[in-house]
């Protein structure tokens, strides 16, 4: 957070300590799955932050993820020296492409495929004379 958001912060939580709580300890997860420790190190701070979150019984509830053991498995990217740290927009891409892939081949049959690819491939054929249609249309319109 920015200088300004930690300040505006405890205006917004003022009156709501579990939210104040909460924030806290999903600093903490984010700090978890930073690059700057390893494995071991990540796991011994995640079982003492499992132990923490046991005492707060108003947020306790909200945080069962927190005891999932496929947690424990996210964390061991960071012995791996291979693996570059990925941005939000490599992320955003790859979330795009996955979803158009779901909604062209979700329940397509056999024929349904055929039919697309075809489609597509007519369609890639009439693009040259569709851009000089436009082309055409936009120049007419501007005179």
Known sequence: MTLAEQR???????????VRTLRAIMAEVSRLFARRCRTDTALAKL?????RVRRFQSVGQLLTKLRSPH??????FLDDKLLPATSNAVERGNRRHRKMQ???YR???????HNRIA???LRESQKDGRTDTLKVLHRKRAA
């Open 71 to 76: 947690l424990d498995k996210a964390l061991t």
């Open 119 to 121: 489609l597509d491939m």
């Open 107 to 113: 329940v397509r049959t056999q024929e349904h495929i």
């Open 47 to 51: 079982a003492q932050l499992r132990q």
């Open 102 to 104: 779901k909604t062209v």
């Open 8 to 18: 505006t912060l405890p205006r917004l939580t003022r009156g709501l300590p579990q």
